[in-house]
Nanobody, 123 residues
Framework: QVQLVESGGGLVQAGGSLRLSCAAS????????MAWFRQAPGKEREFVAG????????HYADSVNGRFTISRDNAQNTVYLQMNSLKPEDTAVYLC????????????????WGQGTQVTVSS
């Protein structure tokens, strides 16, 4: 059974940093591309950052480019999202997702999802 478990969310002041983790089990992590999405109350789920299974390529939403960094540790079956210079508009539930096919920015591309971790940025 595939499981993705996010952690690391919390309350932080604007300008602060957080690092999210997503631990995967039940799949061959090294051949899956991973991504982070977020969903704020009353809004659609949106792509934040993604990588390729080889880790050779990453891509970001314009709203977080230059502030957020996605990385992975295949030995630990974990993907991370380092978030710096956080803004109140980054407040959302952050979810990690995995896909065996070519990754992209559409949530329908992804086969497996975690439950999410709440990030709240105060002004």
């Amino acid at each position: 059974q595939v499981q993705l478990v996010e952690s690391g969310g919390g309350l932080v002041q604007a300008g602060g940093s957080l690092r999210l983790s997503c631990a995967a089990s039940g799949l061959t992590f090294s051949v899956f591309s991973m991504a982070w999405f977020r969903q704020a109350p009353g809004k659609e789920r949106e792509f934040v950052a993604g990588d390729t299974w080889s880790g050779s390529s990453t891509h970001y939403a314009d709203s977080v480019n230059g502030r957020f960094t996605i990385s992975r540790d295949n030995a630990q079956n974990t993907v991370y999202l380092q978030m710096n210079s956080l803004k109140p508009e980054d407040t959302a539930v952050y979810l990690c997702a995995a896909t065996f096919v070519k990754p992209g920015t559409r949530s329908s591309t992804y086969d497996y999802w975690g439950q999410g971790t709440q990030v709240t940025v105060s002004s």
